[in-house]
């Protein structure tokens, strides 16, 4: 079974930066997206970022002009450049791969904004 493992969180102060990494442990057939979610406590769970197949991207407007999601094929990992961040960015963050067959999610990684 295909797991996705989150890396990259961690604390920063505002106006910095972070890059998450998520690595999947084997090609997922027939993916058709792939994602960024966030969870901040007390909150529900929140779409940050999209990559389709086709190579679209969409970005909630609160991080818009900011987060940039890419991947690369070959390690099999996709990516959450995160820049100008702000405290109301900290959560848990989470990847996601939508596939035909099924849904896949990583375990979260906790990026915390505070001076």
């Known amino acids: 079974q295909v797991q996705l493992v989150e890396s990259g969180g961690g604390l920063v102060r505002p106006g910095g930066s972070l890059r998450l990494s998520c690595a999947a442990s084997?090609?997922?057939?027939?993916?058709?997206?792939r994602s960024w979610y966030r969870q901040a406590p007390g909150k529900q769970r929140e779409l940050v970022a999209t990559l389709t197949s086709g190579g679209s991207t969409n970005y909630a407007d609160s991080v818009k002009g900011r987060f940039a999601i890419t991947r690369d094929n070959a390690k099999n990992t996709m990516y959450l450049q995160m820049n100008s961040l702000k405290p109301e960015d900290t959560a848990v963050y989470y990847c996601?791969?939508?596939?035909?067959?099924?849904?896949?999610w990583g375990q979260g990684t906790q990026v915390t904004v505070s001076s």
């Open positions: 996601n791969t939508r596939a035909t067959m099924r849904t896949y």
């Open positions: 084997d090609t997922i057939r027939g993916a058709i997206a």
